[in-house]
């Protein structure tokens, strides 16, 4: 800030304030969503990070995108409401902003439910479609909300198509079986569950994934129980998992793993993506 300007100490120290969120704006974007491998929607102006001058009727959504890749945006569309995608480059702010495409939520079928669906590539595609480009850095979403009183945020995720979910990222809970809860645990018919840690898939539905990390720990949380149970534990060689299972035990192929996987992820945007 000038030496002068703002005069006020009020407004000097607001003005310091919106520095600090400008630099943690730009941290969080860099270090967490700037992988157009791995997108993950997130509000890039909200009611505190807030850059430039964005309309208060507007939730801003943003994905790092490249030509590189095909991606597929899922959402549902409250009634009446209204959006504008655009796939761009650069910054507004900045002076220095292309847009390759906008579309708005008027140009694609959408369903009586409100779901929509559409891809997003640099190869044309029948359907609800948006083109991206050689420069195509970023996917921008505003959200209109107008009656403040009456509309509703909508929904929208997007996902690489081809990705296998697996995003370097420590303890990975959405895409790795890092944890588990008794909705997706599986408890065997003698009324107790079975939990296999390992570094590799042991094709077994209960099972915590280690990363291949060689030191972790594992917290088990008891919620509204009337008892404390104590869990046992065993450890044997990966490749004697199966003489240690009874064979009721649930089991889970790639497939199964990989639905299982998909519902971590979708819930992880849906939840933390806010």
Not at 47 to 54: A, K, L, S
Not at 134 to 154: C, F, K, M, N
Not at 200 to 224: H, K, M, S
């Amino acid at each position: 800030m000038d030496e002068g300007f703002p005069r006020g100490a009020s407004d000097r120290a607001e003005g310091y304030r919106h520095l600090c969120r400008l630099l943690i704006r730009a941290l969080v974007e860099q270090v967490e969503f700037a992988d157009p491998a791995f997108p993950a929607l997130y509000r890039h102006n909200d009611d505190v990070m807030r850059w430039g001058g964005p309309n208060v009727d507007n939730t801003y959504w943003r994905a790092p995108i490249s030509a590189e890749h095909t991606y597929r945006v899922d959402g549902r569309l409250p009634p009446g409401a209204l959006f504008v995608v655009q796939s761009a480059h650069g910054e507004m702010h900045q002076g220095n902003m292309g847009i390759t495409a906008e579309r708005s939520s008027a140009d694609f079928d959408v369903d009586a439910d409100g779901s929509f669906s559409f891809v997003v590539s640099a190869a044309p595609h029948d359907g609800n479609w948006l083109p991206i480009g050689g420069q195509t850095d970023h996917l921008s979403i505003r959200e209109y909300v107008v009656d403040w009183a009456r509309d509703e945020p909508g929904r929208f995720l997007i996902e690489r198509l081809g990705s296998d979910g697996q995003q370097p990222e420590p303890l990975a809970f959405a895409n790795r079986t890092v944890c588990l809860n008794n909705a997706q645990v599986a408890a065997d018919p003698d009324g107790r569950f079975r939990l296999v840690v390992a570094h590799n898939d042991p094709g077994v539905q209960n099972w915590l994934d280690t990363e291949g990390r060689r030191e972790a720990f594992i917290a088990f949380r008891w919620v509204l129980s009337a008892t404390m149970p104590t869990p046992e534990a065993l450890v044997v060689p990966f490749a004697e998992i199966d003489q240690h299972l009874p064979d009721f035990v649930a089991r889970a192929t790639p497939q199964q793993r990989a639905a299982q996987i998909a519902v971590r992820r979708r819930s992880r945007a849906l939840r933390f993506r806010r």
